[in-house]
């Protein structure tokens, strides 16, 4: 059985796709490609597709990680063109590497956001994010299902830092860009909780809902404070010859 990782994007308007509609695509999206997939044993078969950590409906993100699992072998790189074209465009599938290291979910350990806050003048989303950092706590809220859950947000945060504008973004109003890394601890904290925060300490409020997009997520190094590519030790393995996860697994196997 070969397993292959993919990583895909939310962009546009497909940010309000729910990961329940991103999983009825990508189905669609395996049989039009006619990918050979195993499935799950049982009543109803399933087939054989692990998702890690999806991002929030309604925020984009260009950093969406699923496994998936094959009867037969496949080229990643020929996999990975065949699903994108079978998917709407803005959800797009940019990389495919074959799994041979187990453990993709435990590479996730953070993420990294950006956060446009338009109407937000850049001196005063300064003074917010100087006032976050300077906390040794921050408390607040979010809707849970047995009701309002209060947490402290501010130690999942691992940097937090303004940005000027591009270039290319319109300047006739006031906008400022955020960047965030968050740890993926428990409670989760997500962007809209670091959003309650900056409202928290220093009474910013946006006049319209946040554009928030993941531009990475994986392995946090505590040491550069940087996020690192989670497929990276699977592209490694290839080149040292390391045998794929499923092929190592079975040669350890008892006879």
């Known amino acids: 059985m070969q397993r292959i990782r993919l990583r895909y994007t939310k962009r546009g308007r497909l ?60 080229d990643p790189d020929t996999l990975r063109e065949l699903l994108d074209e079978s998917m709407p465009v803005g959800l797009d599938i940019i990389d495919a590497v074959e799994a041979r290291t187990s453990g993709l979910a435990d590479r996730l350990t953070a993420s990294v956001w950006e956060l446009r806050l338009d109407g937000v003048a850049p001196e005063d989303a300064e003074r917010a994010v100087a006032a976050f950092n300077a906390a040794e706590s921050v ?16 130690p999942a945060v691992a940097h937090l830092e303004t940005l000027r504008p591009q270039a290319d973004r319109p300047t006739d109003q006031a906008c400022a860009i955020l960047r965030l890394v968050v740890r993926h601890v428990t409670p989760a904290v997500r962007p809209d909780d670091v959003l309650s925060g900056l409202r928290a300490v220093a009474d910013l409020a946006p006049p319209v809902a946040a554009a928030v997009t993941r531009l990475a997520q994986g392995l946090f190094d505590e040491e550069t404070g940087t996020v690192t590519d989670p497929l990276a030790p699977d592209r490694e393995a290839v080149v040292t010859g390391n045998p794929p996860v499923a092929e190592a697994a079975a040669a350890k196997a008892p006879a």
């Open 15 to 74: 940010r309000f796709t729910s990961h329940r509609d991103f999983q009825r695509a990508f189905e669609r999206a395996l049989r039009r490609a006619e990918v050979p997939m195993a499935y799950s044993a049982g009543f109803t078969p399933h087939p054989k597709v692990s998702y890690a950590n999806a991002a929030p409906t309604g925020t984009g993100s260009e950093a969406e990680y699923l496994e998936i699992a094959l009867t037969a072998e496949r």
């Open 139 to 154: 408390e607040v809220q979010r809707m849970a299902k047995n009701g309002m859950r209060t947490f402290d947000a501010r």
